[in-house]
């Protein structure tokens, strides 16, 4: 009886020496484990791995057929000669809005109704004689005496009379042609003031020629012919270059090279030995 205790505490230590055995084994066997992952994971970490091929080039966008073509049209055509060095459109280059539409035609009734009206004006004023008062006051008399007859007589006939607009002009109206005419005016002054101190004679050439066109116009027709003709051209010239703009500049542009030779040599011969006035204006 007193062995058995002694063989159950001999058995236990050699069972945890086994038991010890077997854990040193797993962990040995785990170490190596980790030793050749680690081993392969440095060695796959050391080496040379494959660059990745290059990427191909992107592909340029290149633009089509019809916008190189239409991008080829549009610089040309920037770089075509326009009449009086014009950048715009005519219907711009005319102030655009409504009146500009008048002189293009693009309403044909109101165009032609205009032109109609200003025909039958001169032919009223010039061909048969009739003086501007005169019709004036010919028209207020019968349009008075229409609506006097009318506002009378509805009251017999049991109709409503006639409903006469109250006509105001506007003070904003009448203030801002006031300083349009104004600047306009100003600025023709300070054009004639350079041209009188002979600074520009390339100007003065020009405004000399005007100034002798219209002495001649005025020679042969009177002040309402002359308007009349201004207002024809208005109506005649813009739409008919509209219509045929590319040939006209084509023929303008020879022109203008030719009239800026013959200028060179007018400036050569004459133009160079005119004495012309101080660069500044002397301050008193």
């Not at 190189?68 to 715009?88: C, D, H, I, M, P």
């Not at 020629?209 to 002359?226: E, H, I, K, R, Y």
Request: neutral net charge; contains cysteine; aromatic residues 10%.
């Amino acid at each position: 009886m007193a062995e058995q205790p002694h063989a159950e505490g001999g058995a236990s230590p050699k069972h945890e020496t086994l038991m010890e055995k077997i854990a040193d084994k797993l962990h040995v066997g785990s170490g190596k484990g980790d030793s050749s992952s680690s081993s392969s994971d440095s060695d796959n970490d050391e080496r040379p791995r494959p660059s990745a091929p290059p990427a191909p080039p992107a592909a340029e966008v290149k633009p089509s057929f019809s916008e190189s073509a239409a991008t080829a049209a549009a610089e040309a055509k920037a770089n075509v000669f326009r009449l009086f060095g014009r950048e715009q459109p005519i219907h711009k280059a005319l102030g655009g809005g409504k009146p500009a539409d008048v002189f293009l035609w693009r309403n044909k009734n109101i165009s032609a109704g205009v032109l109609g009206g200003a025909t039958a004006i001169w032919i009223l004023f010039e061909l048969l004689g009739y003086h501007l008062l005169t019709f004036v006051c010919h028209g207020l008399i019968f349009s008075l005496g229409v609506l006097f007859l009318w506002s009378n007589a509805s009251s017999f006939v049991n109709k409503s009379p006639p409903r006469i607009p109250e006509v105001i002009i506007p003070e904003d109206l009448v203030v801002n042609i006031a300083l349009s005419t104004r600047y306009e005016i100003n600025r023709a002054f300070a054009n004639l003031r350079q041209i009188a101190l002979g600074r520009d004679i390339k100007k003065f050439l020009m405004v000399i020629a005007g100034l002798w066109l219209l002495s001649v116009l005025g020679s042969c027709c009177n002040f309402l012919t002359l308007v009349y003709i201004v207002f024809v051209v208005l109506h005649t010239v813009p739409v008919l270059y509209e219509k045929y703009e590319d040939q006209i500049d084509s023929y303008g542009e020879k022109g203008w090279v030719e009239i800026k030779k013959q200028y060179t040599v007018f400036d050569e011969k004459v133009l160079s030995k005119v004495p012309r006035g101080p660069a500044k204006d002397k301050k008193h």
